[in-house]
């Protein structure tokens, strides 16, 4: 049976980030702007602000990761929370506990907020589903579903280049089908009034009837980038050769891989991102990921920022 | 002892009797219906007034968990839920664990049923030894011991051969073959149906062509063995067409629909609700439309419960680790009445695909009510709508998709052998 929103508290704020998909934009523009005044931050000698002062923030990952754990570490430090990080994956699920009974004694150490990275589609909503009313959950990635901060960050660096949303063209480039970030960003394009989103893939990495989430489905670079403004690069995972999905990361490379020849079939002044880690040589050229259309690197720095805003504004709004 | 059942609509699907008649039952059988024989001293009175009085239910597939999954559920709590939705007869798939495919496991569930004094069960034999789809079982001895059919239950075998030669084997001693049609390496590891709200969700897919290639293999060494097979529970457009044009042919095929697919599509998983999470997965709109109106028009021959009764912490999981399968066979009889509602049919055509239609499949004689028939009935209110409760169900298993609904169809007594075994 459908529910309302499980994101959004009873006065329609935001309760927890979970996906970016159903969030009216009022919102996502509320965290951009919270991001904004919080870039500053970063850039002082003293980097603390007291928002987040007395609050615990649990990094919750049962799938390793290294980057985007730290940034949200920094993110809540920089907020002045204390911050526990759990490497789930190879403690407690690994003596047979279920994801909700180690939720459930988290909760118990008085968590005020759980940062959750989970292998499974579905599995933030669940732990939202099941916490106490009064903690937040922020999904830092659940299996092929969604990664909202990473598509948060990714927005508030195109408005940076890019200023207004409802003149662009976007492109996102690679893996689709497996792609969480995908997902999250292709509906906060769409929350955010692009007004034309491409996905360009072979048709292994494309899932079914993704044309109804909006997008334009290409199958050629040459013809996918034409006119295009921003150009958002996947990741392509190793095991995809194994899952029949490609022959060769040589051959990805040739026909998908984005090499300074093809983005010249962007225009002059597109940007080009990527949520790392990238496979140089893979999905992106050297010469274009560290040419100067790339914004990666700002992109990082612009992740702290946006995971503040993302974190001050659940705290300041409660069930 | 002697019943007198009064002033209840008796439907009869199979006889077409549809009329508010008395039903006379003696030992174990019904003696008469409309006035009493001679001499008839009942020693209970049933007043049905405003009630359906019909034949018990048969139900296709049940999962009682036993032998081995009884932390699923037991034979005790199953049986009682059966009774409890009206359900007289049903057929078990072998899927337990051990699975179904020694004669002494089989006698033994026969045995533990027959003493609980509840419904009659109907083991499905497995078709293959342990289900492993690599030797075949002691079909002749198994079916002496009380399998009515053979099945394997999660989809077809790796091995084309083998399943070739189960339905050759089982087509010498004339036993009916049940498959459900899916292509387990069109499957993988998909736990919802190719389409948008897989997508939307990233949840790993299963497409229809899992079934429709299977269906298509089936039909091909149907052809090649000419073997009856029943395919067990339907999901997709593609997979109906299929079978109705086998059907047009002539071939002796027959399948079923579950009550959740004739109701719900991947749009109800929602935000991840893993009591949606079922095999065959629930597909799309027009999947479900075209099922509705293939149970109408014949070409889906029953409709049952897919009873899988699943423990609540095995559902307290992402979708895509929780266990499959929903509890149901209490819920046969007002999903069928909810369909038939809203398709508008009259209630004998609802009631024939979970009574008559279901045990012509199975070969049973069951599913009518007429005069010398064994006295397995089912009186229900079809006016009386209930909420589906953890607390109302009398099942193990409480996760179902229609959990808080409020459906119509109240079971008021169930019989069997002319035994009161249920009554509220």
């Not at chain 2, 299977?214 to 109906?240: D, K, P």
């Not at chain 2, 049973?364 to 006295?375: C, E, K, Q, R, W």
């Not at chain 2, 953890?390 to 998709?401: E, I």
Request: charged share 20%; hydrophobic share 45%; glycine share 8%.
């Amino acid at each position: 049976m459908i529910n309302r929103n499980p994101q959004l508290n009873e006065h329609g704020e935001l309760q927890h980030l979970l996906t970016t998909e159903g969030l009216p934009s009022a919102i996502l523009l509320q965290i951009l702007d919270t991001a904004e005044s919080f870039v500053g931050v970063t850039e002082r000698d003293v980097k603390k602000v007291p928002l987040l002062r007395g609050k615990s923030i649990f990094n919750l990952f049962f799938e390793p990761s290294t980057r985007t754990r730290t940034t949200f570490e920094i993110a809540a430090k920089r907020l002045s929370a204390d911050v526990i990080n759990l490497n789930v994956a190879v403690s407690a699920q690994s003596k047979g506990e279920t994801l909700l009974d180690t939720v459930n004694n988290l909760s118990a150490m008085n968590a005020d907020m759980f940062v959750v990275r989970h292998a499974q589609s579905g599995a933030a909503h669940l732990i939202a589903k099941h916490v106490r009313s009064d903690i937040h959950v922020i999904n830092a990635g659940d299996g092929s579903h969604a990664h909202p901060t990473q598509a948060l960050l990714d927005m508030f660096t195109i408005r940076r280049y890019k200023q207004d949303f409802r003149k662009l063209r976007v492109a996102i480039i690679g893996d689709i089908l497996h792609s969480r970030v995908a997902r999250s960003q292709i509906h906060a394009l769409t929350t955010l009034g692009v007004p034309e989103v491409r996905v360009i893939a072979p048709k292994t990495l494309l899932p079914k009837m993704v044309e109804r989430l909006g997008v334009h489905v290409y199958h050629d670079m040459a013809k996918g980038l034409e006119d295009i403004d921003v150009l958002m690069m996947l990741r392509l995972q190793n095991e995809r050769m194994r899952g029949a999905n490609l022959p060769s990361q040589e051959e990805y490379f040739k026909y998908y891989g984005l090499t300074p020849e093809k983005l010249a079939f962007a225009r002059h002044d597109a940007i080009v991102m990527h949520p790392g880690p990238m496979n140089r040589g893979v999905e992106i050229d050297s010469a274009v990921a560290d040419g100067k259309q790339s914004v990666i690197l700002p992109q990082v720095t612009f992740g702290i920022a946006v995971r503040m805003a993302v974190m001050s504004i659940l705290t300041g709004n409660q069930a | 002892m002697k019943i007198h059942i009064k002033n209840g609509r008796v439907i009869d699907p199979k006889s077409g009797i549809d009329a508010v008649q008395d039903v006379f039952i003696a030992k174990g059988k019904v003696a008469a219906i409309g006035s009493a024989p001679v001499d008839f001293q009942a020693s209970r009175v049933i007043d049905a007034q405003s009630l359906i009085v019909c034949p018990g239910l048969v139900d296709l597939s049940v999962r009682l968990r036993e032998p081995g999954l009884e932390y699923k559920a037991t034979l005790e709590s199953e049986m009682n839920a059966a009774v409890a939705g009206g359900v007289t007869s049903f057929a078990c798939p072998p899927d337990t664990d051990p699975p179904l495919d020694e004669p002494g496991l089989v006698e033994m569930l026969k045995h533990r049923a027959k003493n609980l004094n509840q419904a009659n069960i109907y083991p499905i034999g497995a078709l293959t030894q342990g289900l492993k789809g690599e030797r075949l079982t002691e079909m002749a001895e198994l079916h002496d011991a009380g399998c009515v059919v053979f099945g394997q239950s999660d989809g077809l075998l790796s091995s084309l051969r083998v399943l070739m030669q189960a339905m050759r084997y089982a087509s010498t001693f004339g036993f009916s073959v049940w498959l459900y049609p899916q292509e387990i390496s069109l499957t993988g590891d998909g736990v919802a149906h190719d389409g948008e709200v897989a997508t939307r969700l990233g949840l790993p897919v299963i497409p229809a062509c899992a079934e429709t290639v299977a269906i298509s293999n089936i039909v091909l060494l149907m052809q090649e063995t000419g073997v009856h097979v029943h395919l067990c529970r339907i999901s997709s457009a593609e997979g109906l067409a299929m079978i109705r044009s086998a059907k047009q042919r002539g071939l002796p095929v027959t399948c079923d629909v579950t009550v959740n697919h004739l109701h719900l599509s991947d749009m109800d998983i929602g935000f991840f609700d893993s009591n949606c999470h079922l095999m065959p997965p629930l597909r799309g709109f027009g999947d479900r439309y075209a099922l509705r109106h293939g149970v109408l028009d014949g070409t889906i021959d029953a409709i049952c419960s897919d009873h899988a009764p699943v423990d609540e912490d095995a559902k307290l999981l992402p979708f895509g680790q929780s266990d499959i399968g929903a509890t149901g066979v209490e819920l046969l009889l007002p999903l069928a009445l909810k369909w038939g509602m809203e398709m508008r049919l009259p209630l004998s055509k609802v009631l024939a695909r979970i009574t008559a239609d279901p045990a012509g499949i199975m070969g049973i004689d069951a599913g009518h009510l007429s005069v010398g028939s064994t006295a397995d009935i089912c009186i229900f209110d079809p006016d009386a709508y209930w909420k589906v409760t953890a607390a109302a169900l009398h099942s193990q298993g409480k996760n179902t998709p229609f959990i808080g609904m409020e459906l119509p169809g109240e079971i008021r007594y169930t019989l069997v052998h002319g035994q009161i075994v249920y009554q509220r």
